[in-house]
């Protein structure tokens, strides 16, 4: 007989086991900084609290310039256009990523074009971008998928050698780093997202990093209805004649939450890069588990949520990853899911019909998808030891009853 606490057994967990940190991460002193903003008068266009903000999180990722906004999706959609981007064009990204990355080529009138993922890093592969290349192609889209980094050294040099354009999504990878150098000053623009799940957050918002003059004014001119993105004493020039530009500014208060959380992140960082190799040195071990690979040359690695993979052929006959999950839920393992559940292009709230996209290569990704992916959430990784050796415990559980 199973001894699962999914079968009635005893569950590793005591009951009502619950992350003792909460998440979005709040700090005393940025309550009383909102406060004083709030009575200010002064919530927007250009403040100080931005425009310091700007400056700050483009240097942490070694880039010079930082333009915010009011979210992740339209700074890719002003990233993709300031590198030229538009109608007719080719856009490369990951079949395995969140939709915002392909849909900012489609706003722009350009088709996004999937391809496949790393085995291990889960990232886009190379060799599948390289492949994917046409003569209307104009740009890629590398994402680091949970904060795991894209193997940039060989994106760049193919995209270089094709003269293509990159644009970093670092949705997922807040103070990443490649070989000592910032994720999104690795390619011509970085795009972030502060939306509520993500690992520096202000419930919404984002921003764009680039290290060129010419880029950093054309995304701030699309994000502020053709405007120069503000510099005290320099002449008003007028924006290009036919650059689309939106209003999608950003405000005080979020710049505030945000300054704070940039103080806090080497920190936070280190503490969840030792549980995550806590847990990577054990979980690794395991058979049938198998940790997502940091990247070639991280060498600082951030986390949106930690995953790892479970081998279907370890797996007895009749079982999946999905039995696994709801069995590690059972063991009071909380919030431990399979993720998305589709590649962009098959997920229901994906509207575009084929005539909008193509489909150059996706199967490595589909089989992580939907044959191993188990994420879990980063407040596992905020967690002490001896919570994650009752984690630990859990997957072994789960796993030599499972297992063949």
């Known amino acids: 007989m199973s001894n699962l606490a999914i079968d009635g057994g005893k569950a590793v967990f005591p009951q009502g086991f619950a992350f003792e940190y909460a998440w979005p991460p709040v700090y005393p002193e940025t309550a009383e900084k909102i406060r004083d903003l709030y009575l200010s008068h002064a919530w927007s266009y250009y403040g100080k609290e931005e425009l310091i903000f700007d400056d700050e999180f483009a240097a942490y990722h070694n880039a010079k310039y930082g333009t915010f906004m009011c979210n992740g999706t339209v700074t890719l959609e002003c990233a993709l256009a300031a590198v030229g981007v538009g109608p007719g064009d080719e856009v490369i990204v990951p079949a395995y990523t969140w939709m915002a990355t392909a849909a900012a080529a489609v706003y722009l009138g350009a088709t996004p074009v999937f391809v496949d993922s790393e085995p291990d890093t889960f990232c886009m592969s190379p060799e599948a971008f390289e492949a994917a290349i046409t003569p209307r192609t104009k740009a890629v889209v590398p994402v680091h998928l949970f904060g795991s980094i894209a193997d940039m050294d060989k994106i760049v040099a193919i995209a270089r050698k094709h003269g293509l354009k990159i644009v970093e999504d670092c949705a997922h990878a807040h103070g990443g780093k490649w070989n000592g150098q910032g994720v999104g000053s690795l390619g011509d623009v970085g795009s972030f997202s502060f939306q509520q799940s993500k690992i520096m957050t202000s419930g919404e918002g984002g ?198």
């Open 207 to 404: 921003i764009c990093i680039t290290n060129d003059p010419k880029y950093h004014d054309i995304v701030g001119r699309c994000s502020h209805i053709g405007y120069q993105h503000y510099a005290p004493g320099t002449p008003r020039t007028l924006p290009p004649v036919n650059l689309v530009c939106h209003n999608y500014r950003g405000t005080e208060f979020q710049a505030i939450i945000l300054r704070d959380q940039l103080r806090h992140l080497p920190e936070d960082t280190a503490r969840r890069e030792q549980a995550a190799e806590y847990l990577r040195a054990a979980l690794d071990k395991i058979p049938g588990v198998k940790v997502q690979s940091r990247g070639r040359r991280a060498t600082a690695q951030n986390f949106y949520v930690y995953a790892v993979t479970i081998d279907p052929q370890v797996l007895r006959e009749g079982k999946t990853k999905a039995d696994v999950i709801s069995a590690l839920n059972a063991e009071g393992a909380c919030e431990i899911f399979a993720g998305w559940g589709q590649p962009v292009f098959k997920h229901p709230n994906w509207s575009m019909g084929p005539e909008h996209y193509r489909v150059a290569s996706s199967a490595v990704a589909e089989d992580i998808i939907y044959n191993k992916i188990v994420l879990l959430d980063i407040r596992w990784l905020m967690s002490d030891k001896a919570t994650l050796d009752l984690l630990i415990e859990a997957f072994r559980k789960v796993m030599a009853e499972y297992s063949k």
